[in-house]
């Protein structure tokens, strides 16, 4: 089992730029696999980003591509997302989650909320115009 803290959201105009970060702890963290989502008020939770277990491998949603960067630190048990040019549409809580399924199920799946066992409390970042 594993416990997921997020921070590093906050307030911050379009244009700008936030790291995010999603400390774990308790189970081996290199382990399992990594994920980001958001959810907005009214809508559906949203795909992100996505790191494997050693971090070879990554997964983005087309509107964050070029945009957001996922990376991990094994050694720390730390989960990064930088996300630069914001808009006030990435106005989200945002989600880590952390899954213990290996890189070739993740190919197919790695979108899915479902297919991640454990997540974070969620930490806000709202972006003004």
């Known amino acids: 089992q594993v416990q997921l803290v997020e921070s590093g959201g906050g307030l911050v105009q379009a244009g700008g730029s936030l790291r995010l970060s999603c400390a774990a702890s308790?189970?081996?963290?290199?382990?399992?696999?990594m994920g980001w989502f958001r959810q907005a008020p009214g809508k559906e939770r949203e795909f992100i980003a996505h790191?494997?277990?050693?971090?070879?491998?990554?997964y983005y949603a087309d509107s964050v591509k070029g945009r957001f960067t996922i990376s991990r630190d094994n050694a720390k048990n730390t989960v990064y997302l930088q996300m630069n040019s914001l808009s006030p549409e990435d106005t989200a809580v945002y989600y880590c989650?952390?899954?213990?399924?290996?890189?070739?199920?993740?190919?197919?799946?790695?979108?899915?909320?479902?297919?991640?066992?454990?997540w974070g409390q969620g930490t806000q970042v709202t972006v003004s115009s």
């Open positions: 989650a952390a899954g213990r399924r290996g890189p070739t199920y993740y190919r197919r799946t790695y979108y899915r909320a479902g297919e991640y066992d454990y």
């Open positions: 790191i494997s277990r050693s971090g070879s491998v990554t």
């Open positions: 308790g189970d081996a963290f290199s382990s399992y696999a």
